[in-house]
């Protein structure tokens, strides 16, 4: 049975950073695209970041310069790194891979 569990959030002054991590298993994953959402209530899902196979990364035109994906396969992990917080990054995180979503980690931010 596949599973992602997504860990990290919390509240954060402006400014501030947290580090999301988002935990595989069920399957190695390791030939797949993974990526980090994010969702407001009330506002679509929206993609952050995503990082390929290979390590090629790309983000979103807000976490460009602030946000950093990053991989694990031998843990069968993902990570965001998010520095540079502010109020706009209040939101649900959530991981995806494969298809498969986790169940989300909030990330509050206070101005």
């Known amino acids: 049975q596949v599973q992602l569990v997504e860990s990290g959030g919390g509240l954060v002054q402006a400014g501030g950073s947290l580090r999301l991590s988002c935990a595989a298993s069920g399957s190695s994953f390791r030939l797949d695209s993974k990526r980090w959402y994010r969702q407001v209530i009330g506002k679509q899902r929206e993609l952050v970041a995503s990082?390929?196979?290979?390590?090629?990364?790309s983000y979103a035109d807000f976490a460009k310069g602030r946000f950093t994906i990053a991989r694990d396969d031998a843990k069968n992990m993902v990570y965001l790194q998010m520095n540079s917080l502010n109020a706009d990054d209040t939101a649900v995180y959530f991981c995806?891979?494969?298809?498969?979503w986790g169940q989300g980690t909030q990330v509050t931010v206070s101005s």
């Open positions: 995806n891979v494969h298809g498969y």
């Open positions: 990082i390929t196979s290979f390590g090629d990364t």
